[in-house]
């Protein structure tokens, strides 16, 4: 249990405090937002104990988290999450993208000035699923957190997907850091 | 009569919320949005300002580096998620730290605080540009938002959840209990004299039996006051 990752409590009050200007400028807008964050508080307080969750529901919520990233930086940045999944009814481990996917934000988007990006590429089979992620980041910054989060992606994948996974990070002289992981049903 | 700022953070409703904060105050004036610390640098390496609104966590340079780079920062109120830096904060002479999101009223108290400070005069701005009474402060009565020289406060009655504040020249409400008033209004110079009551130590005409004349009010003397009252006659 303690091994689930837990979206960064700062992502939670940074959102809150976008919301709370924002009900007053775009009604509308905030309250759309305001049924992303509680679809993925729900997600990670509840369906983050399951021990299988849908493919379907990891994409959407990752697709919540990006959602409310976008609203947040007066800078442009570049998100793009493209999926192929034949199947999105087949069941993954819960909490299974997340942790990259706050990573890629956390070194990149929320480190660089302007020009940043993700990009995303889930393909899904019922055989096998792919899932790469690769951003930019500020190459002066230095690292500051040793990679608690994806050593304990790394221990959830190995308990659970023991010997039907693949993790391989590569983090490119270029400024580019890309995670590719691969993993047999 | 202006006190002048820049708002520092990367995120844009973050710059609404605190610029729609300043415009229901008399004479804050916005100088620039900047939304990273290099651009912070650059604008304060030719322009001055009274006050910074800073984010922390924020591209290249963070809140803090940004203001270790300042040989003479002004005042500076910390608005952030991350409430495990408060303490870094204060060591670097912040006036307050602010968590998001932030109420208007905890704001106003930031904001009264950064003015009333006459711990740190060296840092306030220049009395050539501006006459703001360094100690001004501001309270909240219905949609209003008054600007009192503490010179003005004769005293301070409790009324219910409310307050009555009596100045020189008119009384104000604020919707604030008596137990918490002295977070809004500096506490020097006022003596207690009454469960209710506040006075001005300075504006008092006479004290007769358990009665204070000040101004043209009578104040009564509480029996658990009368040692203080005592005091001050000596």
């Known amino acids: ?185 | 009569m202006s006190i002048t700022y820049i708002i520092v953070d990367d995120e844009s409703v973050a710059h609404d919320i605190i610029k729609k904060y300043c415009a229901m105050l008399p004479g804050m004036l916005l100088m620039q949005d900047c939304y990273d610390a290099i651009e912070a640098i650059e604008y304060l390496h030719k322009n001055s300002v009274d006050l910074i609104f800073l984010d922390l966590n924020m591209p290249k340079l963070n809140g803090f580096e940004f203001l270790k780079t300042l040989p003479h920062p002004p005042k500076v109120i910390v608005t952030t998620a991350y409430k495990e830096y408060a303490l870094e904060g204060y060591e670097l002479n912040i006036v307050d730290y602010l968590l998001k999101p932030f109420s208007f009223e905890r704001f106003l108290k930031a904001v009264n605080k950064t003015f009333t400070d006459t711990s740190k005069p060296s840092n306030f701005p220049s009395k050539d540009v501006n006459e703001v009474d360094p100690k001004s402060f501001f309270l909240r009565t219905n949609n209003k938002h008054i600007q009192i020289v503490p010179d003005d406060v004769l005293f301070v009655e409790a009324s219910g959840n409310y307050c009555k504040i009596v100045l020189k020249e008119e009384t104000i409400t604020v919707r604030e209990k008596f137990s918490s008033i002295l977070d809004y209004i500096p506490s020097d110079g006022l003596v207690q004299v009454h469960r209710s009551f506040i006075v001005a130590r300075k504006h008092i005409r006479n004290i007769e039996g358990n009665q204070i004349g000040i101004g043209n009010y009578t104040v009564p003397i509480g029996k658990l006051f009368k040692a203080a009252i005592d005091r001050l006659l000596k």
């Not at chain 1, 007053?24 to 307080?45: F, G, N």
């Not at chain 1, 940045?77 to 993208?97: Q, Y």
Request: glycine share 4%.
């Open chain 1, 1 to 185: 249990m303690h091994l689930k990752s837990q979206v960064n409590p700062h992502f939670f009050f940074n959102t809150l405090n976008n919301l709370y200007g924002l009900v007053e400028q775009d009604t509308e807008k905030a309250q759309q937002l305001i049924l992303k964050l509680s679809d993925m508080m729900r997600y990670s307080i509840y369906e983050g104990q399951n021990e299988w969750v849908t493919l379907e529901d990891e994409i959407t919520y990752l697709e919540n988290y990006m959602d409310l990233h976008r609203m947040r930086y007066h800078k442009t940045i570049d998100i793009r999450f493209d999926v192929d999944a034949e199947d999105r009814s087949i069941k993954v481990m819960p909490l299974l993208f997340i942790i990259m996917v706050e990573n890629a934000f956390k070194h990149g988007v929320e480190k660089l000035r302007s020009g940043a990006f993700v990009h995303i590429v889930l393909k899904a089979t019922t055989k096998i699923i792919e899932f790469d992620i690769e951003n930019n980041f500020d190459i002066e910054e230095p690292c500051s957190s040793k990679g608690i989060g994806l050593n304990n992606l790394k221990q959830r994948l190995e308990l659970v997907y023991h010997n039907r996974h693949e993790l391989e990070i590569t983090n490119k002289p270029d400024e580019i850091y890309t995670i590719r992981l691969s993993i047999s049903l």
